[in-house]
């Protein structure tokens, strides 16, 4: 069979098993059995199934993302991370939109210390909504600020799907988790200009709010939370940034950190504490299933050729490179809005690594591109992923359409980014190549 109509008939069976809703790890299982029984053999299938398996996720790095998720969710659920809320509240309370902005804020420090964007859409979201909807805030506003804000989690470090997109393409965790940092806060910035703009000149979607005075004194002292929140992201993006730590080490020390900080604040239970860790196994064995059974589809993309072929078949048409880029990210976008994000990348990476090596492109700027596409997809309408999430946990009242609505702006203002980072190669690369 050649080469393009096995990679048809694989990517057409893994995408009818999805539809199905079978779970993501159970239909790569599915058809990497059948796969690899038809071109290897009964025998040789097994070994290799038993054999990739074990290899995929008996590495150093692969560690990081048990620990990043215990981390993220110890804050969680000690209610540790409120208290940065607060804190980031009385400083910004004057600010015009100010509770819109503190979402963003809130959001994005809640991206720096979980790493998961739909954990930080409910986590901000439970908090910030029902607010703003009884300050008087339009339903579109407060439910767009939320959902932008949240998709940062996939950029800013200790982003988990920067440390699965590394384990995926062999390149460097530290390098990746760092590349995503100023994307992430460039973005972050924009999201609150655009909010300060809306205020400023359609005053009715975040009317002005009185809040009561709050001193110098108040704030500093409430400034304790953040700087405990800060010592602990530089624990984490700090050392990995400096050399200090390789990626799973700096995640050793956030989820260390984070039990001794519940502690501090006296927040800690045993019942809280088992939460987390229950909720830590349950995350990451999903994640760890789904990764093995993607090494496992890769390896038969590699028996049958389809994914080198598939490399030189692009390379060789007469495109410029650049529309070939922007092809892939327009596959990864319309995928997101329809898909998990970690199906995505464990379908697509292994297929585009090769291409975009044979077209010569930076791997480090091109994953950064991806998240980014990949981010904009779990929050466009109609089906992207955190928009649910949002109507799960927003105000009675508030419609889908008013959610659909509401992202728009954020959503145009994301593909600016995207952009800016095509142009700007630097704003994804500096960091990363500054690193020791």
Known sequence: MVWYLELLLLGV????????????AFAFAIINIIGLYFLCGGEIMLNLLATSSYASVANFPMVAIPLFILMGE?????GTIELSFNAVHKWLQRLPGNLAIISIASATLFGALSGASMASCAAV???????????????????????????LAILIPPSILMV??????DLSTGKLLIAGLLPG??????????VTILATYLPHLAPKIEFEHVSLKEKI????????????????VGLIYLGVASPTEAAALGAAGSI????????????????SVSQTVRISSMIFLIFTGSKAFSQILAITGASSELASFVTGLDINRWWILILMQLAIFVMGIFMESMAIMFIMIPIYMPIVYQLGFDPIWFAVLIMMNIEVGVMTPPFGMNLFVAKGIAPAGVTMKDIWLGVLPFVSLHFIGVLAVMLIPGIATFLPSMMR
């Open 74 to 78: 110890t804050l969680t659920h000690t």
């Open 221 to 236: 002292m409430e400034s304790k939370h953040l700087i405990s929140m800060g010592g602990l992201i530089f624990l984490v």
């Open 13 to 24: 069976a893994i995408l009818f098993f999805f539809s199905t809703g079978l779970p993501v």
């Open 185 to 194: 806060l460039v973005l972050s910035i924009s999201y609150v200009l655009l």
């Open 125 to 151: 979201g439970s908090i910030m909504m029902p607010e703003m909807d009884k300050r008087g805030y339009h339903k579109r506003l407060y439910t767009g600020t939320v959902i932008g804000g949240a998709g």
């Open 260 to 275: 001794l900080i519940a502690a501090a604040y006296r927040k800690l239970t045993w019942k809280n504490f088992s939460i």
């Open 164 to 169: 699965i997109y590394a384990s995926l393409s």
